[in-house]
């Protein structure tokens, strides 16, 4: 498989993901903060065919995402969070001292972080703070398994790109 | 290998700590406010209106054009957006508010709910 086409299955899946976390309700009154299923693709991408790349389907993502599912605003708004989410995880991961679920938990926290940030200065008050715990216990707990997920398909792709013609 | 678990184990420490500190926070602060107070509307930045959490009321929020619309529904000291009309919904699937600082935010529609109660801030603090 080429590279361009791998980028391609990612930004699908990452529609998808983004989809099915829109189909899955949660009761918090900030837009944009989510489960972060869709942070699978950002993390495969990142692995597979490297930063630079990762970081295109990161702001595909998010603009797509946003015009299927939201407007202009909400478009700006996602891209806080996707873009805080995906310079730490590539940090961490240059850094080579975390394992990958550690990196995507660290990534779906500061997604909803940049979200919450954003949020804070749109309502400038004090009140949102109260969904951090929340917030914080939810995204260490999909990143980590989102993550292992990753691991675990990461040898099977990697083989699938390498191998060539056969599926 | 070792190095990396023990990376690992620093993070997940701190988000763990982070987590803790702030849910003792709000355990603070739920003592200090309950239910009251009021709920203001803010569109675009600007308090637009305000609502007494203590009165059950229904009113629909319009936009300054009449096109975007949000269903306000205060009952039993709480306040939610029971319907409304932007593309994501979120605000109609969040859950209703009624301590002080708590919001509803609309970002389709720029409206932002939140409660403030008198006792502990002045409307200067929203305004300003
Ligand atoms: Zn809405």
């Given at each position: 498989?080429?590279?361009?086409?791998?980028?391609?299955?990612?930004?699908?899946?990452?529609?998808?993901?983004?989809?099915?976390?829109?189909?899955?309700?949660?009761?918090?009154?900030?837009?944009g903060?989510k489960i972060?299923?869709?942070?699978?693709?950002?993390?495969?991408?990142?692995?597979?065919?490297?930063?630079r790349?990762?970081?295109?389907?990161?702001?595909?993502?998010?603009?797509?995402?946003?015009?299927?599912?939201?407007?202009?605003t909400?478009?700006l708004?996602?891209?806080a969070?996707?873009?805080?989410?995906?310079?730490t995880?590539?940090?961490?991961?240059?850094?080579?001292?975390f394992?990958?679920?550690?990196?995507s938990a660290?990534?779906g926290v500061?997604?909803?972080?940049g979200?919450?940030?954003?949020a804070?200065?749109?309502?400038?008050?004090?009140g949102i703070?109260?969904y951090?715990?929340?917030l914080?216990?939810?995204?260490?707990?999909?990143?980590?398994?989102?993550?292992?997920?990753?691991?675990l398909?990461?040898?099977a792709?990697?083989?699938?790109?390498?191998?060539?013609?056969?599926e | 290998?070792?190095?990396?678990?023990?990376?690992?184990?620093?993070?997940?420490?701190?988000?763990?700590?982070?987590?803790?500190?702030?849910f003792?926070?709000?355990?603070i602060?739920?003592?200090?406010s309950?239910?009251?107070?009021n709920?203001?509307?803010?569109?675009?930045?600007?308090?637009?209106?305000?609502?007494?959490?203590?009165?059950?009321?229904?009113?629909?929020?319009?936009?300054?054009e009449?096109?975007?619309y949000n269903?306000?529904?205060?009952?039993?000291g709480?306040?939610?957006?029971?319907?409304?009309n932007?593309?994501?919904?979120?605000?109609?699937?969040?859950?209703?508010?009624?301590?002080?600082?708590?919001s509803?935010?609309c970002l389709?529609?720029?409206?932002?709910?939140?409660?403030?109660?008198?006792?502990?801030?002045?409307?200067d603090a929203?305004?300003?």
């Amino acid at each position: 498989m080429k590279r361009t086409a791998v980028m391609g299955l990612l930004l699908a899946l990452a529609l998808i993901l983004s989809y099915v976390e829109s189909l899955i309700p949660l009761p918090i009154g900030i837009p944009g903060i989510k489960i972060g299923l869709a942070n699978l693709a950002v993390v495969l991408a990142m692995y597979l065919v490297g930063e630079r790349n990762a970081l295109l389907l990161t702001i595909s993502k998010a603009v797509l995402s946003g015009l299927l599912f939201g407007n202009l605003t909400v478009i700006l708004y996602n891209l806080a969070g996707a873009l805080i989410s995906f310079l730490t995880m590539a940090l961490m991961k240059k850094a080579g001292r975390f394992h990958l679920p550690v990196i995507s938990a660290v990534g779906g926290v500061m997604h909803n972080t940049g979200q919450l940030l954003v949020a804070c200065v749109i309502v400038s008050t004090y009140g949102i703070v109260y969904y951090v715990p929340f917030l914080l216990i939810a995204g260490l707990v999909t990143g980590m398994v989102i993550g292992s997920v990753a691991v675990l398909v990461l040898p099977a792709v990697r083989k699938g790109m390498n191998g060539g013609s056969r599926e | 290998m070792f190095q990396k678990l023990k990376g690992d184990l620093i993070i997940v420490g701190i988000i763990i700590v982070l987590a803790v500190v702030f849910f003792l926070i709000n355990l603070i602060r739920d003592r200090q406010s309950s239910g009251e107070g009021n709920v203001l509307v803010v569109r675009d930045g600007r308090v637009v209106e305000s609502y007494p959490l203590s009165e059950d009321i229904t009113v629909t929020l319009w936009d300054e054009e009449r096109t975007h619309y949000n269903l306000l529904m205060i009952k039993d000291g709480s306040a939610e957006i029971s319907d409304a009309n932007c593309p994501d919904k979120i605000c109609v699937r969040s859950r209703a508010i009624a301590r002080d600082g708590e919001s509803i935010i609309c970002l389709p529609h720029r409206l932002v709910l939140s409660v403030h109660s008198e006792r502990e801030r002045d409307m200067d603090a929203v305004t300003g």
